[in-house]
């Protein structure tokens, strides 16, 4: 079984001029190849394509997985639900290489991009797994009966916003910015007080 760990090349490595900055346009098969020491040949045979790669990368980078398993068993407290939701996108997002940024740097500037494509090819899964998680909260009561695609962007939207923006946000604000879980809870209280039933008009 092939274990990927994504050879993203860095600054100064060879085939690299910090690929990690500049995002998925500048992974090619080549360059991965060069910083993996192996041959494009090679990579080909098992990825297929540059594509294949990407999707690879997705899938290992993505927090899909993370989510999952927190569906499959979440926490006892609706609060502590949305908190681990939010540190495991935190956890994806600090991650490096870099990768979960890049996908959305590509998926804003090319909405037809492979960003785009691997993005709808993985919503059912996203969906089927972030969204037990909101419908039962839903069916309980403890949620308004909201739409769900509406639903999971008002869960995520304001810490994917916060993560994306963070590294700017630190270099402009130093320590003035909170810590990444007093964000978290945070934007966890702000969801609850959006979507509790009694917030309905």
């Known amino acids: ?39 494009p040949t090679s990579l080909h045979a098992i ?8 999707a690879t990368m997705f899938d290992r980078y993505v927090p899909i997985p ?22 495991a996108l935190a956890e994806a997002f600090a991650r490096e290489p870099r990768v979960l940024p890049a996908i959305f740097g590509d998926l804003f500037t090319r909405p037809d991009g492979t960003a785009a494509r691997m993005l709808k090819a993985n919503l059912p899964r996203m969906f089927a797994s972030l969204g037990g998680l909101p419908s039962t909260l839903v069916h309980t009561g403890r949620l308004r009966p909201l739409p769900l695609p509406l639903l999971i962007q008002l869960m995520l939207g304001p810490m ?14 130093g320590n003035t910015l909170p810590p990444v879980d007093e964000v978290a809870r945070t934007f966890a209280e702000a969801f609850l007080r959006a979507s509790a039933p009694e917030a309905r008009a």
């Open 1 to 39: 079984m092939l274990v990927f760990r994504c050879p993203w090349p860095q600054a100064g490595q060879p085939g690299g001029q910090g690929t990690a900055r500049d995002g998925l346009g500048a992974v090619t098969l080549e360059v991965v190849a060069a910083a993996a020491d192996c041959s």
């Open 47 to 54: 990825f297929g394509s540059r594509d294949g790669l990407l």
């Open 160 to 173: 994917t916003g916060h993560m994306l923006l963070r590294p700017v946000l630190q270099d402009a604000l």
């Open 66 to 87: 993370d989510l999952e398993a927190l569906a499959a068993d979440p926490p006892e407290r609706l609060e502590d639900t949305v908190h681990a939701v939010y540190a």
